[in-house]
């Protein structure tokens, strides 16, 4: 089957079970695959845009009610969507830093965030984790003493995630928070592993900003995601165009420059709206899914040499994993080298692990049927076994 021009149909999901860290979250819904054919074309949410003319006023599809429920389910005071969790943060550095500002991250911070900070001219400076891989409020204090000291100012603006990339651990956001605003610092919170996964409420949290992303974690079409405000901040991150023709004297009303007016115009939000009442009620069963996930810890830790470099108890399903004493020493001898593991993965129907890594590498079992954890657990001790590899 073939999509034509040279596209293959893609059957990754059909086929396997999935547990690439970055896909798990954002599988669509039924009702988010019915939403992408039928507003394909581009522009299509604009067939009843009325004025005054932006994207969250349209009433039919119903985006306004869309964009007062996302605001209210983060326990914010309004909501934008944006096209990634990384639109959201440049909106944000956008708005706070100025050239040479110094903005505070972590040392487990993703990318997108340095590229927002570099992109308004701000400097990265980053709140160490420590050794178990956690950022607490200490360090973010004694971040913002150093950052005082050495720039003669404070930081503008404070970037945290709440469950980070490398490891899915969670850090205490709460108390980073409350240390920031000891200085006026906003802070923003990147959710873009947890809006959609776990339930989250951003003013208890101490958050300014909430900023998530649907194709990671909302079951939503790429690009796609939300940044909400509380009311103090809402009128600086979405103030209104301020800017005139100089020829026609052409003003633009309502539009936000941070916004550049509308953000997503078809499949991106209609997708994210059709999934978004399954995605409300996914997040009140985070047990279940962390049930299933040490299910496969179990038996990845039954194989002698493996560790879990992610924190535990496990609060998220992506985890990080250390297997340099386990699938690496079989690397060594295979003739397929490292390709061995992810090989006969694949041919046991698992898609979604690097090919060739052997060491650290990553997995998040989100979204899966304890059928399909058992399964996996049952895979990778048949793997280890197959190859030789010590079962505990
Ligand atoms: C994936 C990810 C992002 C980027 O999200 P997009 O929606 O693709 O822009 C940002 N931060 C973290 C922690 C991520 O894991």
Request: one cysteine or more; glycine letters at 10%; hydrophobic letters at 40%.
């Amino acid at each position: 089957m073939r999509c034509g021009a040279g596209i293959d149909a893609r059957m990754v999901d059909e086929l396997a079970i999935n547990i690439d860290p970055i896909q798990a979250g954002g599988r669509l819904t039924a009702d988010a695959m019915k939403a992408v054919i039928a507003y394909g074309d581009g522009y299509s949410v604009c067939d009843n845009c009325r004025k005054p003319n932006r994207l969250d006023y349209i009433t039919k599809p119903p985006i306004a009610e869309f964009h007062k429920d996302l605001a209210a389910w983060l326990n914010m005071d309004s909501a934008r969507v944006v096209p990634g969790a990384r639109r959201g943060f440049q909106a944000v550095a956008h708005t706070y830093a100025k050239k040479g500002d110094p903005v505070l991250l972590t040392s487990l911070a993703h990318y997108t965030e340095f590229l927002a900070i570099e992109e308004a001219g701000g400097i990265a400076c980053e709140i160490p984790a420590n050794d178990r891989y956690i950022v607490t409020a200490d360090a973010a204090a004694t971040k913002i003493e150093e950052i005082k000291k050495q720039y003669n100012q404070a930081p503008v603006l404070l970037f945290i995630d709440h469950v980070d990339y490398q490891y899915g651990n969670v850090h205490d956001v709460r108390g980073i928070a409350k240390v920031a605003h000891q200085y006026d610092i906003p802070v923003l919170y990147n959710g873009a592993y947890t809006v959609g996964i776990i339930p989250v409420d951003g003013k208890s949290l101490g958050a300014d900003f909430v900023v998530g992303s649907g194709h990671k974690s909302m079951a939503a079409p790429a690009p796609s995601g939300v940044l909400a405000a509380t009311a103090e901040r809402a009128g600086e991150v979405f103030r209104t165009t301020a800017i005139t023709g100089d020829v026609t004297g052409r003003m633009f009303g309502i539009k936000e420059p941070e916004m550049m007016g509308c953000t997503l115009m078809g499949v991106t939000l209609v997708g994210m709206m059709a999934s978004f009442p399954h995605v409300k009620e996914r997040v009140k069963h985070i047990d279940r899914e962390l049930e299933n996930a040490g299910i496969v810890h179990e038996a990845l830790l039954s194989i002698q040499g493996t560790k879990i470099l992610s924190e535990f108890p496990r609060k998220h399903t992506l985890t990080r994993i250390d297997t340099t004493g386990s699938f690496d020493t079989v690397a060594q001898s295979h003739k397929k080298r490292g390709f061995f593991l992810s090989s006969e993965l694949n041919e046991k129907g698992v898609a979604g692990i690097i090919p060739g890594a052997t060491r650290v590498w990553k997995f998040n079992t989100y979204g899966m049927t304890r059928e399909q954890a058992t399964y996996l657990a049952q895979v990778f001790v048949s793997i280890a076994q197959d190859n030789g590899l010590a079962i505990a």
